[in-house]
């Protein structure tokens, strides 16, 4: 199968979710994660009309922004890996979303490095919410507290949460974890009304359905449009 029939594959299982959750179908963003993909099976997409994509390895994310701004072609670029201090001044300079801040330090230093000509970095908090050692990502208790202090930043724009569930073969189990990422999600639109809090990253190939169902406004799809990394 083609990228371009891959990615029309995906558009209809989100048009089919949304259909089952009783959502529109604009309220879910299909974000493609081409890390390790090489730009012309990114070209193939683009052809197709993705224009978002997640990356995942700072150095690699930034010579893939270099080549298109190059190429003269507009695309949203979402930094979804785990972030180093010592990264952060690339990742401000090119990137326009960072779905992984875990804490305030990371945050301050984004805020501090992003170029004031640009518009603020779109910052999601990630949420361990399986609470899994080997995660990153803040505990939901921590939540608020990071939230407030991160939304004082003045070249960031929080707009929400990010979480990559545990898979599990439970459905019932599922849902209870991917309805609390929705009920953290809400508290954070309630207590910080001020801010644009609209983006629930959240789901993947396998868990899609029930990110939906859940609220989620933003699925992370790699290996179903590009095929397995290597
Ligand atoms: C790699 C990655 C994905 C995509 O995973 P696939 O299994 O290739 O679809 C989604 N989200 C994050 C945070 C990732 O690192």
Redesign the pocket.
Known sequence: MSIQQNLAGIQRQIADCCQQADRTLSSVKLLA?S?TKPICAMQEAIQAGQTAF?E?YVQEGVEKIQYFQQHDIKLEWHF??PLQSNKSRLVAEYFDWVETIDRLKIAERLSQQRPTAFPPLRVLIQINISDEPSKSGILPADLLPLAKQISTLPNLQLRGLMA?PQESDDPIQQQLVFSHMQQLFQQLQQTLPQQPIDTLSLG??GDMATAIKCGSTQV?????IFGSRG
């Open positions: 994660v890390k997640g995942n979804i890996g990559i993947m190939s992370r799809i790699g290996t179903a």
